[in-house]
């Protein structure tokens, strides 16, 4: 009997935020579109570990060349779909991904090529041994929309050098920026069934995470990274989430405001606070609390805001209506619990859809939404403190440890309660730009993740590690080998004299004695 199956289509579009026009229409990929695509994956694979580092390199030298040639067009994709100035797309995305491709241009091979093991222990000298990096198979990169062009190429670049398939999926809200590195990559020589993109929803991603893969790399909330780690965990599947984050910004009374205060801004407001590494709560010394709201909000006031593709901009529109209800309901629950609105607080209809003016409130305190959840959105909001131990105490008052900032004129100081908050990077006297830092591991501690990305510490993980011994007297028999019984046990409390006594003459007897049990022993 003839059954009619209804095979609902889902869709996803990509929009441009300033304006709310339609830029393209997707088609979700389906599971089995998803599965598809990751056996495609493992096939080609083989070939492409095959291939070696130094090959894989010349691709990547090719892609950089060509994303410089192209670095126009791409800001100009980003800009379009995700909102942020053009020269934000070039600094915070462009500029990144080049860097990335600089870092494993250098130093891929170093990093992956056969690593020596030497031994301490004596009687595993005769072992000559290796540590191989090998490439996982099938990496799932699953990324978000607030960085569409330089997280899923920053990740798919280290993956992909190691020997690796990726298949990824883009937030549904910026696919074309995830398409453009795929067509870069395979302008570039990279094998079409070697990098992937599947574009689709939330279920889409929930088919790549449940799909036969050897890794997934998540970039996104806390709440999807758990349900990732939950399905991963059921098939022991080894995962690198790299989450929210709640960074919070020191600033300590021997600072110099001018330069602290442009931080402050540029660290809150930058792709209209849609940053996993922005300025989420800041801490101001009592001393100068009052004078670094004054300078705050005089220069938000000089912030431009309007569509990225105006030169002038300074501040786009946030990504959807969701995103700008969440900081509505944390502005406004701040405000009602006794906040200080000092600037903005507001949507900005005039300039389009999803504006809202970038925010500044003073006052805050560890009691309102504003201060414990992530914003992700332009609000600053500042709170006084009287001692560095005080600070310290609030900066680590968080689920959250992505990064942090301490602003100091000494630097011993700044470095010193750098080593006490809880984070996976601590910058002095900068903010966020640790991203942009190819060599600097990228990750964080508690609710913000497991894992890093970038450096060496992200190339490490696209890969397995295997250890590999030779033994260089294979005609003699090992001492732990059968043969036990009294002599045996005279062989061994000889042996670990020799290797363990603190006496060097119990050492040499231990030594001679194990020696002498072990010819006479008659092993098997
Ligand atoms: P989400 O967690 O909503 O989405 C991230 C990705 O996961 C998207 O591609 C999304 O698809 C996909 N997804 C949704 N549901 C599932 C599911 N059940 N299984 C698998 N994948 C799924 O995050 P956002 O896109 O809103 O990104 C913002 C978040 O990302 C913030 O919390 C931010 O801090 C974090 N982030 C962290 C960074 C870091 O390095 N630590 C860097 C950048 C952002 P879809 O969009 O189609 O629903």
């Known amino acids: 009997m003839a059954t009619d199956i209804q095979v609902k289509i889902r869709r996803v579009i990509a929009r441009n935020p300033a304006t709310g026009e339609t830029l393209r229409e997707f088609e979700c990929a389906s599971a089995a579109e998803v599965t598809a695509a990751v056996e495609r994956a493992r096939a080609a694979q083989p070939a492409w570990a095959e291939l070696g580092v130094w090959a894989r390199v010349d691709i990547l030298r090719r892609f950089q060349r060509l994303l410089h040639q192209n670095k126009d067009e791409v800001a100009c994709i980003i800009t379009r779909e995700n909102g942020k100035p053009q020269v934000e797309a070039l600094l915070t995305e462009v500029l990144v991904v080049l860097d990335a491709a600089r870092f494993l241009i250098e130093n891929a091979h170093a990093i992956l090529k056969p690593e020596p093991v030497p031994h301490g222990n004596l009687v595993m000298k005769t072992k000559s041994a290796r540590l191989l990096r090998e490439p996982y198979g099938v990496i799932g990169i699953i990324s978000p929309w ?62 790549l995470t449940e799909a036969s893969i050897d890794k997934i790399v998540f970039t996104g909330s806390v709440r999807t990274g758990k349900r990732v780690a939950e399905t991963a965990a059921t ?61 705050v909000v005089e220069k938000t006031g000089k912030l431009r805001l309007g569509n990225g593709m105006d030169p002038e901009t ?28 000092l600037y903005g607080g507001r949507r900005l209809p005039e300039l389009g859809p999803t504006f809202y003016a970038p925010t500044v409130l003073a006052d805050v305190t560890h009691g309102m939404l504003i ?55 601590v910058m002095v006297n900068d903010v966020i730009s640790c991203y942009g830092i190819s060599e600097a591991p990228h990750g964080g501690v508690k609710l ?17 590690v295997k250890y590999v011994d030779s033994d260089l007297l294979p005609r003699i028999r090992k001492v732990w080998w059968y043969g036990y019984g009294e002599k045996f046990a005279r062989q061994m409390d000889g042996f670990l004299d020799l290797l363990f006594s603190r006496n060097w003459t119990r050492r040499i007897s231990g030594g001679l004695r194990s020696l002498r049990a072990y010819f006479r022993s008659g092993r098997l």
């Not at 330069?259 to 709560?281: D, H, I, K």
């Not at 913000?448 to 397995?464: D, F």
């Open 448 to 464: 913000s993740g497991l894992g890093r990305a970038h450096g060496r510490l992200g190339l490490e993980e696209m890969v397995r």
């Open 314 to 341: 300074d501040v786009g529109p946030m990504i959807h209506e969701q995103q700008l209800r969440v900081v509505e309901a944390q502005v406004a629950d701040a405000i009602a619990r006794g906040a200080r609105l």
């Open 146 to 207: 607030n960085y569409p062009f330089s997280t899923p190429a920053t990740e798919g670049l280290a993956a992909l050098v190691a020997g690796n398939a990726v298949v990824m999926k883009p937030s549904e809200f910026t696919p074309l920026a995830a398409l453009e590195v795929g067509r870069l990559l395979h302008e570039a020589g990279v094998p079409h069934d070697i990098f992937q993109v599947v574009v689709g929803d939330g279920l889409t991603g929930a088919a």
């Open 235 to 295: 098939k022991l599947l080894p995962v690198l989430l790299e989450l929210g984050g709640k960074d919070p910004m020191l600033v300590l009374d021997d600072v110099e405001l001018e330069a602290v205060t442009s931080a402050a801004l540029w660290g809150a407001f930058m792709n209209a606070g849609q940053t996993c590494l922005s300025v989420e709560r800041c801490y101001v010394h009592r001393s100068l609390y009052e004078k670094f709201l004054a300078a």
């Open 371 to 425: 201060m414990r959840e992530e914003t992700f959105g332009p609000v600053l909001p500042v709170m006084p403190f009287a001692t560095d131990d005080e600070a310290l105490r609030l900066a680590n008052d968080s689920e959250f440890g992505l990064a942090a900032s301490v602003w100091t004129s000494h630097r011993r100081r700044g470095e010193a309660l750098a080593r006490r908050i809880q984070a996976g990077t």
